[in-house]
């Protein structure tokens, strides 16, 4: 009979490291969680939030268990829909290194301008706080959204940021 085990990680100490970018320590965190999944009789994970993909690489190599990339899903599905341009709303992280870098070579990860960067990663923030949006942050989102689509020419702007479920409903 299948089984679903779960762990759930804080998420200010996630966001915390992953903005500072203690891979690191983010990455041995991480894997302390697995380890108590793979106690737990997990024989696969998936980290399904964004944040924590800044540490991928340090965590392939001490995860405890074999990982479902979600990384890797998003790089596959931008290349079939054969996407040219695109720019990253989400956390800071995120934004700043286009998903990680993981997009290079795969498509033009176009960047906002420093204050739509500032204003997109802290309205992110207050999802991620409030688990809800204001309309006023939805109308302020949707316009950068807007202008850079047609400052940039872009094909899609990748919502990399799982609270966003909350607010775009």
Do not use: W
Request: glycine share 6%; with cysteine; net charge negative.
């Amino acid at each position: 009979t299948p089984r679903i085990v779960m762990a759930h990680a804080d998420v200010q100490t996630v966001m915390g490291l992953a903005n500072g970018r203690r891979t690191r320590q983010l990455a041995d965190y991480l894997a302390a969680l697995l380890g108590q999944l793979a106690a737990a009789g997990a024989q696969i994970a998936a980290i399904p939030a964004f944040a924590p993909q800044v540490c991928a690489d340090e965590l392939a190599e001490s995860t405890p268990l074999p990982l479902i990339s979600l990384l890797d899903s998003i790089v596959d599905e931008v290349r079939r829909r054969r996407l040219s341009r695109v720019a990253v709303f989400g956390a800071r992280v995120t934004i700043e290194t286009g998903l990680f870098g993981r997009l290079r070579n795969i498509t033009d990860v176009v960047s906002a301008e420093p204050e739509e960067i500032e204003q997109v990663s802290n309205i992110y923030g207050s999802i991620v706080k409030n688990e809800r949006a204001s309309s006023n942050e939805l109308l302020i989102l949707r316009t950068i959204a807007h202008s850079l689509i047609e400052r940039e020419n872009l094909d899609s702007i990748l919502l990399a940021g799982t609270d966003f479920s909350c607010a775009l409903h």
